[in-house]
């Protein structure tokens, strides 16, 4: 009996918020990104290197601290998180993507696909690219570009008729190589806040 409590647990800590299934049928010549040398989410360039969805065990892999590289993320504790993956999972639209290096079992790489259900465009769905985020320390391996295309490769298999990001000026350049453009006349993000930024 105390094995089978302790292989659920097992069971449990390695779910994946979504089927990883999913991005083995990704088809990387679909993008007008350029891979030098060639990778992909199935064959990311260093066999020490996985493409997978998060898992609710990433809480022990850096996940967080991989965030917090690109911002703010709090002091989240364990049951935050795993209350917080449970809602994600349960009410579908979120796609966390992750890069793990296995030999230090550390995420190094993420960025998240919601999908937004829409009425217009015949009841389509809509991606958005948010939290994008490597671990400066992999510069050179082409992860950004690899986790970027991932998603966006993820969000036209999941039939979004549209990707759309907000990004800092300096980074426009980069996106616009993988696929991404301005829209004259519609190229501006707006927000309104609730909280102070810290």
């Known amino acids: 009996m105390g094995m089978e409590k302790n292989g659920n647990a097992e069971g449990k800590l390695s779910e994946y918020l979504y089927p990883p299934e999913i991005l083995k049928r990704l088809d990387f010549s679909k993008s007008p990104a350029k891979f ?3 990778i992909s989410a199935v064959d990311p360039g260093e066999d020490w290197m996985v493409v997978r969805p998060l898992q609710r065990s990433d809480y022990d892999k850096g996940f ?4 917090s590289q690109l911002t703010s993320v709090g002091n989240i504790t364990r049951k935050q998180y795993d209350d917080r993956f449970t809602k994600m999972k349960h009410s579908g ?3 966390v993507t992750v890069i793990e290096d296995t030999r230090i079992n550390k995420l190094i790489g993420a960025a998240t696909l919601t999908i937004e259900q829409k009425f217009i465009h015949n009841c389509s769905l809509r991606g958005r690219l948010e939290d994008v985020v490597v671990n400066d320390t992999y510069r050179g391996k082409q992860l ?3 986790i970027v295309v991932t998603v966006s490769l993820l969000a036209q298999e999941l039939g979004c008729y549209k990707m759309s990001l907000d990004c800092k000026d300096k980074l426009i350049k980069f996106y616009e ?3 991404y453009k301005m829209e004259p006349g519609n190229s501006n993000a707006m927000n309104m806040r ?3 930024p810290s």
């Open 36 to 38: 030098h040398p060639k």
């Open 177 to 179: 190589t993988l696929g």
């Open 144 to 146: 950004g570009k690899l």
């Open 64 to 67: 967080l601290q991989l965030l």
């Open 93 to 95: 639209g979120y796609y």
């Open 194 to 196: 609730f909280d102070e």
